[in-house]
């Protein structure tokens, strides 16, 4: 593990990590989740400098595992904050090492990992403000303009699919994705679902279909057979995370890239993707990967290995993360009318989280640190002390 010493000549010092929850009101069954509704814990760093740092963590409440938001501040509030207590918000690295040290035992994977990424982009946060300059301009500065693709509608039926994803096109994005797993779809609807929506935006849009991995490989190797001639851009997370077998026999078997990482955690469980030769491009999520700091890591070493990276969803903090770097391909962007991100798009203000797209662009965010900032009406509403 080795010995790691706190610095002792710093002058900020954290003094708090303070949690806040919000549930929507909505069900989330138009997505395919009945019974389901989404949450956000909003977590705070609080340093003796009067300077605060914002990030959250999504979670649901759900009939079959209850409320997710509880765990997630139990860990933060109980746990991780009396590692953090008294410690320099610039020394990211001691503490990031420090909290996984901690937790190796009991969460290498999961909601620990994800209470660890809060904490880690609060860090930057506060890193960003100090510094006044946003996050991707500390981290690299490479460009002011992010690729983005179109989430469409997950659960539509293949016409009214088609339909969206049209649209976004006319809109001007270049890229959609939808599900196509056991989720939501059998293998011939997803099959229709792709049919439909290659037929009406043509052969020049990029079309991408998400299995959430609920398929076996067996199953996978025989469906990409069939969906070769619709010129997908990828298949995303076509059989089971931990499939690692699995990924490499779908390769060496179709010509359509393979991408996946969206349930995969820290620089090792990416290492063992990467080096076994399973995919074609990564999607590591800041917040599930454990924070900016690992997420830099795993595309140093991506980047060793020429696998592009592609992150899913958050859209606010990964326009930072493609700002920052080469080798990224674009990010999943969930525009106003999509409910996936509906919790997200009412509780925070603009332009913490870029709302609208342009020629399949959005800007780099401007606000210093993250740019995470409350809107007050929205928090009064889906507070869940109400």
């Known amino acids: 593990m080795g010995h790691f010493q706190s610095f002792e000549d710093t002058s900020m010092k954290i003094t708090d990590v303070k949690t806040e929850k919000y549930t929507a009101k909505e069900d989330m069954g138009k997505m395919g989740e009945s019974g389901s509704f989404s949450?956000?814990?909003?977590?705070?760093?609080?340093?003796?400098?009067?300077?605060?740092?914002?990030?959250?963590?999504?979670?649901?409440?759900?009939?079959?595992?209850?409320?997710?938001?509880?765990?997630?501040?139990?860990?933060?509030?109980?746990?991780?904050?009396?590692?953090?207590?008294?410690?320099?918000?610039?020394?990211?690295q001691f503490v990031?090492?420090?909290?996984?040290?901690?937790?190796?035992?009991?969460?290498?994977?999961?909601?620990?990992?994800?209470?660890?990424?809060?904490?880690?982009?609060?860090?930057?946060d506060i890193i960003g403000k100090v510094a006044k300059q946003p996050l991707w301009k500390l981290l690299g500065g490479y460009r002011e303009k992010v690729p983005v693709?179109?989430?469409?509608?997950?659960?539509?039926?293949?016409?009214?699919?088609?339909?969206?994803?049209?649209?976004?096109?006319?809109?001007?994005?270049?890229?959609?994705?939808?599900?196509?797993?056991?989720?939501?779809?059998?293998?011939?609807?997803?099959?229709?679902?792709?049919?439909?929506?290659?037929?009406?935006?043509?052969p020049d849009v990029a079309v991408?279909?998400?299995?959430?991995?609920?398929?076996?490989?067996?199953?996978?190797?025989?469906?990409?057979?069939?969906?070769?001639?619709?010129?997908?851009?990828?298949?995303e997370e076509p059989v089971h995370p931990d499939d690692i077998p699995g990924f490499k026999r779908l390769k060496r078997t179709t010509s359509i890239p393979i991408a996946t990482g969206e349930q995969h955690t820290t620089r090792?469980?990416?290492?063992?993707?990467?080096?076994s030769g399973?995919?074609?491009?990564?999607?590591?999520?800041?917040?599930?990967v454990g924070g900016v700091t690992e997420w830099m890591k795993i595309w140093s070493l991506a980047t060793m290995y020429s696998i592009p990276l592609a992150p899913p969803t958050d859209q606010y903090l990964h326009a930072h993360m493609l700002a920052a770097v080469?080798?990224?391909?674009?990010?999943?962007?969930?525009?106003?009318?999509?409910?996936?991100?509906?919790?997200?798009?009412?509780?925070?203000?603009?332009?913490?989280?870029?709302?609208?797209?342009?020629?399949?662009?959005?800007?780099?965010?401007?606000r210093p640190g993250v740019g995470l900032e409350l809107d007050p009406e929205a928090a009064r509403l889906y507070s869940s002390q109400r």
Request: charged share 25%; hydrophobic share 40%.
């Open 149 to 202: 693709y179109a989430n469409c509608a997950f659960t539509l039926p293949p016409e009214q699919l088609a339909k969206r994803a049209l649209e976004y096109v006319e809109q001007g994005f270049k890229g959609v994705k939808f599900r196509g797993g056991m989720v939501d779809a059998t293998p011939e609807v997803a099959t229709c679902r792709i049919k439909a929506v290659r037929e009406a935006v043509g």
């Open 268 to 275: 090792f469980d990416f290492r063992q993707l990467i080096e």
């Open 326 to 366: 080469p080798n990224t391909v674009w990010i999943e962007f969930c525009a106003k009318d999509n409910a996936f991100l509906q919790l997200q798009h009412n509780l925070f203000r603009e332009p913490h989280e870029p709302k609208t797209a342009k020629d399949s662009y959005i800007d780099a965010p401007r």
């Open 208 to 235: 991408m279909v998400d299995i959430n991995g609920t398929w076996d490989a067996d199953t996978a190797i025989r469906m990409c057979r069939k969906w070769e001639r619709y010129d997908l851009f990828w298949i």
């Open 39 to 92: 949450e956000i814990v909003l977590v705070e760093v609080l340093t003796d400098e009067g300077v605060t740092g914002r990030s959250y963590i999504p979670t649901q409440y759900s009939r079959s595992l209850g409320r997710l938001s509880d765990h997630a501040c139990a860990i933060l509030n109980k746990n991780l904050k009396r590692i953090v207590l008294g410690q320099d918000p610039f020394s990211y």
């Open 278 to 288: 399973a995919v074609d491009i990564i999607q590591p999520g800041v917040r599930r």
């Open 96 to 124: 990031w090492e420090k909290i996984y040290n901690s937790i190796t035992r009991w969460g290498r994977r999961g909601l620990w990992i994800h209470c660890l990424g809060a904490i880690d982009i609060a860090l930057w």
